[in-house]
Every structure is written in structure tokens, then in C-alpha cells.
């Protein structure tokens, strides 16, 4: 069995994909802020720096997987935050665990990103580029300039989702798979969080997948499965919809 880090593993998402892959029988390294086994803020460097360590020094600088949950909402407390975890809390970590995941000879990520991310395709804000540049500090000026925490939420989700593909063209040619899930509305705290604040409330709840309902967090966990087993094994810089139907919905013409 498998060796397979996971952020965010202490609920929604993360915390379906940590139950799916400890039933498999593979051995989990949970990262998150408190009561995992990996114990670290991804929101600054410093903790992103810590968690990289305590990884290495979990798995003996040989990791079979690592599968991306941790992230923010638009109901974060700063757009920063929202900038810092979406985006360079997980680029930064795998950047980090690269090398231990090419010593496995078959190492594999999966990033959750979001469809909101590819709403954003057409038109990205400047604050995708300045992430994808590595300038944290001008990412997350220009989130707090635009007081907008669905553009910064939209943005984080779009340039880690670039940054996924563009680093799966090094990573395939070492062997390795990185590939991206893009949930809709999934029944999570978070988006339990937006439906709850007067802000956004409103336009959460009447956005509805042509399913006509929100997904279940089982659901992306499935298509994790999915990306982490050899039926993927041709599977890489891909982008894995589990919207109901959203994208399609949105940007009909544009694939």
C-alpha cells in the first residue's frame, strides 16, 4: 500500500478522501492546523516550510501521493488568507515534496481546485498572475485593493489550476502524475459558511448545477480514488469536473 499526504484532512473534503483512502489499507500523513499528524499553518511560509519537513520526516523522504484539500473560502477573514492557502499553500508544499514523490518511482498528486477557477479562463484577474509569478506579497496587495473575496477566491482557484498543468509537463517527464479536480457546490462547512453570510448567501444558493443539487464530499473523494489508481496511469494535467454539471452550464462553448 501507498504512503498518500493530505491537506485539509481534518473535514469536508479532505476528510472524505482521508476515510476512502485509509478503507484501501494505505498509510495517510494528515496535514492540517491542529489534531493531524502533520501540524502546520499553510497560510504563511513559515508553515508551509514546516509542513514540507515534518512530511519529509514522516515518510523518510519517499511519498507515494499527496492529494491537495486544504483551502479557504470567500467568507475567509482576509482575501490574503484566501490567497496564501489556495495558492501557494498547496504550490508551495508540492514544489517541496517533489523530489520524495519522484523517489517513489510512481508518485502522483491530486489538487482540488474548483469550477470557479475556470470561470475566470477568459478574463484572468491580475492577482492569477502575480500568484503564478511567485510574488505572494503582490497577489495578496492586489486582493485586498479589489475588497472582492470571490475574485480572489475565483483567482486562487485559476492559477493553481494553471500552475497544475504547467508543472505537469516537468513532472511527466519524471515519471509523475499531477492532475486537478474541479468541484461545484459541495455540502462542506465551507460551503455551508458562504449559504450562512448575508453576502453571499444569496448568490450561492441560487446558483444550482443543472443536477439541480450540491455534491456530496464522498463524491470528489471517488474521483480522487480515481486520479490516484493505475486506471488513471495515461491521466496527467487533467482537469476532472465534479460540478453536476456547472462548467458546462457556464462556459458551453469553451473546453
Same mark, same amino acid.
Given at each position: 500500500?501507498?504512503?498518500?499526504? =493530505?491537506?485539509?484532512?481534518?473535514?469536508?473534503?479532505?476528510?472524505? @478522501?482521508?476515510?476512502?483512502? *485509509?478503507?484501501?489499507?494505505?498509510?495517510?500523513?494528515?496535514?492540517?492546523?491542529?489534531?493531524?499528524?502533520?501540524?502546520?499553518?499553510?497560510?504563511?511560509? &513559515?508553515?508551509?516550510?514546516?509542513?514540507?519537513?515534518?512530511?519529509?520526516?514522516?515518510?523518510?523522504?519517499?511519498?507515494?501521493?499527496?492529494?491537495?484539500?486544504?483551502?479557504?473560502?470567500?467568507?475567509?477573514?482576509?482575501?490574503?488568507?484566501?490567497?496564501? @492557502?489556495? #495558492?501557494?499553500?498547496?504550490?508551495? #508544499?508540492?514544489?517541496?515534496?517533489?523530489?520524495?514523490?519522484?523517489?517513489?518511482?510512481?508518485?502522483?498528486?491530486?489538487?482540488?481546485?474548483? @469550477?470557479?477557477?475556470?470561470?475566470?479562463?477568459?478574463?484572468?484577474?491580475?492577482?492569477?498572475?502575480?500568484?503564478? *509569478?511567485?510574488? *505572494?506579497?503582490?497577489?495578496?496587495?492586489?486582493? *485586498? &485593493?479589489?475588497?472582492?473575496?470571490?475574485?480572489? #477566491?475565483?483567482?486562487?482557484? #485559476?492559477?493553481?489550476?494553471?500552475?497544475?498543468?504547467?508543472?505537469? @509537463? &516537468?513532472?511527466?517527464?519524471?515519471?509523475?502524475?499531477?492532475?486537478?479536480?474541479?468541484?461545484?457546490?459541495? &455540502?462542506?462547512?465551507?460551503?455551508?459558511?458562504?449559504?450562512?453570510?448575508?453576502?453571499?448567501?444569496?448568490?450561492?444558493?441560487?446558483? =444550482?448545477?443543472?443536477?439541480?443539487?450540491?455534491?456530496?464530499?464522498?463524491?470528489?473523494?471517488?474521483?480522487?480514488?480515481?486520479?490516484?489508481?493505475?486506471?488513471?496511469?495515461?491521466?496527467?494535467?487533467? =482537469?476532472?469536473?465534479?460540478?453536476?454539471?456547472?462548467?458546462?452550464? =457556464?462556459?458551453?462553448?469553451?473546453?
Amino acid at each position: 500500500m501507498s504512503i498518500i499526504a =493530505v491537506t485539509g484532512a481534518a473535514s469536508g473534503i479532505g476528510a472524505a @478522501v482521508c476515510q476512502h483512502l *485509509e478503507a484501501a489499507g494505505h498509510t495517510l500523513i494528515r496535514v492540517d492546523l491542529r489534531n493531524a499528524d502533520v501540524n502546520a499553518d499553510l497560510s504563511s511560509a &513559515e508553515g508551509r516550510q514546516a509542513a514540507v519537513a515534518q512530511t519529509l520526516s514522516a515518510c523518510n523522504n519517499r511519498l507515494d501521493a499527496v492529494v491537495a484539500c486544504a483551502g479557504v473560502g470567500v467568507t475567509a477573514p482576509s482575501v490574503g488568507l484566501i490567497v496564501g @492557502v489556495n #495558492y501557494f499553500g498547496v504550490s508551495e #508544499y508540492l514544489d517541496g515534496l517533489e523530489d520524495a514523490l519522484a523517489a517513489s518511482g510512481n508518485g502522483k498528486a491530486v489538487i482540488i481546485g474548483s @469550477v470557479a477557477g475556470s470561470h475566470m479562463v477568459a478574463t484572468p484577474h491580475p492577482m492569477a498572475a502575480a500568484m503564478l *509569478e511567485g510574488d *505572494e506579497a503582490k497577489a495578496c496587495q492586489l486582493a *485586498e &485593493e479589489s475588497e472582492n473575496p470571490s475574485a480572489a #477566491y475565483a483567482a486562487s482557484k #485559476y492559477a493553481v489550476t494553471v500552475y497544475a498543468r504547467s508543472k505537469s @509537463v &516537468e513532472w511527466g517527464k519524471r515519471g509523475m502524475r499531477l492532475n486537478t479536480i474541479a468541484p461545484g457546490a459541495v &455540502e462542506t462547512p465551507l460551503h455551508k459558511a458562504s449559504l450562512d453570510d448575508a453576502r453571499f448567501g444569496e448568490a450561492v444558493k441560487n446558483f =444550482v448545477a443543472p443536477m439541480g443539487r450540491a455534491g456530496v464530499p464522498d463524491e470528489i473523494a471517488d474521483g480522487v480514488d480515481f486520479l490516484l489508481s493505475e486506471k488513471s496511469a495515461f491521466v496527467n494535467g487533467s =482537469v476532472l469536473f465534479i460540478d453536476g454539471g456547472m462548467d458546462a452550464m =457556464v462556459r458551453t462553448r469553451q473546453f
